[in-house]
């Protein structure tokens, strides 16, 4: 009697439950937007699937449903091939990325002091190195032992001959400074590595990539004694004035920038690790634009690097007049070195000349990089960035330019 009353009471609702649903098929579907399946979840989940099964099929909502579900698998295809460099969660992963974030920062600075010391001709003062760091002096004595050093170097006898003991001090904190504030990043850096690799934070992927850039970053304090040894050897000539050798000048610079680029590709890379899919024509559109940037980095890079050989032969104080080169746009003797392989690396002429042409081709690239990316339907992000980079390089152009002048 029982059983007898819950079949009746079963029946029932399933009747009711027919009823509602037959007389809803001649009703108007009703309609989807974009918003309706960003609601949806978006894990490969049961429930997602049963979301798409119960979607008016058919009718003129049928392209609609057909786009939205384009833009949903492709987030479900990006988070699945996601290969995340933090496992540990959300937090961890803000703990790291803020780090390297500051370990680039750090080495941004170390660049920018780098280019201090050299301006103000410190990068000589201190005639040895110890990989551990020493000391500065303390003493008087101290003081005249490190200058007495210094007087035996060739600056010292055909450039700064006289100069008194104060001044010797100002090099000297100088280049300490720059060589100390190295080490204090790699102790920096060393820390909280190893903490995040105790805690499990970081995968095998990220800790090799890390340890990569640290090797790296070591290896830099032993190119930079490379370089400035260089520039305590007695000149060929003996008009010429001691400076560290520009092949080795690059290599410092072009280690510094590796260290730096790749770690701050590696803080973006952990805080974010899958590009934004909310529109396959932004996925579409980024695509592109990656096509297009990373040959202009290339030229960006190597513009940078003939730089540091602008650097290294003093090319800079020659020819202070722009766009021509003195009186003539391409100046003589660009080529009277030989073999013809040393007039792009150690004459003045050339390098500067190199240089010049270098840095209008990075303007013009990425000038050519905004224009074409601006019909491109692309994330807000992604054009700030390339507008962005439009501003920096208009920037670079003309300190280069006002140096030069100057």
Known sequence: MLGSRVLSSVLKRNKQTIGSTISSIGRTPPQFSRQHFKELPTSPSRPFFHAFRSLPKGGHNAGSIRNSSTVASVSLESKEGVKLLVTAGPRAQKMVGIWLFGSAAWVFSMVIL??????????????????????????????????????????????????????????????????????????????????????????????????????????????????????????????????????????????????????????LSVVMPEPPAESVTWVRGAAKVKRLALPVSLIVGVTAVSGAFVAGNDAGRAYNTFPKMGETWIPDGIFEMKPLIRNFFENTATVQLDHRILATTTLASIGALWWFTRKIDLHPAVRTLIGSTVGMTLLQVSLGISTLLS
């Not at 410190?122 to 008087?140: A, C, I, N, R, V």
């Open 114 to 267: 780098g280019g201090v010391t050299r301006l103000t001709r410190s990068g000589l003062s201190m005639t040895d190195w110890k990989f551990t760091g020493q000391l500065p002096p303390l003493s008087d004595e101290e003081w005249s032992k490190e200058f007495e050093k210094y007087k035996q170097s060739p600056e010292y006898k055909r450039v700064n001959k006289g100069m008194s003991l104060d001044d010797f001090k100002f090099i000297y904190w100088m280049e300490y400074g720059h060589r100390m504030w190295g080490r204090a990043l790699g102790l920096m850096f060393a820390v909280p590595f190893s903490y995040f690799m105790r805690k499990g934070y970081i995968t095998v992927q990220l800790g090799l990539r890390l340890s990569g850039l640290f090797a790296l970053g070591a290896g830099q304090g032993m190119i930079g004694w490379w370089m400035v040894k260089s520039g305590l050897e007695e000149p060929a000539s003996e008009y010429a004035e001691p400076r560290v050798s520009p092949y080795r000048l690059a290599a410092h610079l072009t280690s510094a920038f590796a260290i730096y680029t790749g770690l701050f590709w590696t803080a």
